[in-house]
Nanobody, 115 residues
């Protein structure tokens, strides 16, 4: 049973930083894709950043230059370093992983940015 466990969310003032982690377990297959998504109240879930097994990354325009996604393949863990946070970054952040053509989601971690 594949599990994704997120951590690192919390409350931070505008301009501050947070680092999210997503640890995958329960599979012997390599992780083809890992991504971070977020969902604010009343809004649809949106892609924040993603990284593939070869290393290419992709970012939403709203976070380019502020957020950095990375992964540690040995630990099956993805990270999202979030700097210069803004109140509009407030949302529940979800980790997604594609393993052997199946998609898995974490339980989500709340990020709240106060003005």
């Amino acid at each position: 049973q594949v599990q994704l466990v997120e951590s690192g969310g919390g409350l931070v003032q505008a301009g501050g930083s947070l680092r999210l982690s997503c640890a995958a377990s329960g599979s012997s297959f390599s992780i083809n894709y890992m991504g971070w998504y977020r969902q604010a109240p009343g809004k649809q879930r949106e892609l924040v950043a993603s990284i593939t097994v070869g290393g290419p990354t992709n970012y939403a325009d709203s976070v380019k230059g502020r957020f950095t996604i990375s992964r540690d393949n040995a630990k099956n863990t993805a990270y999202l370093q979030m700097n210069s946070l803004k109140p509009e970054d407030t949302a529940v952040y979800y980790c997604n992983a594609v393993i052997a053509l199946s998609s898995y989601w974490g339980q989500g971690t709340q990020v709240t940015v106060s003005s």
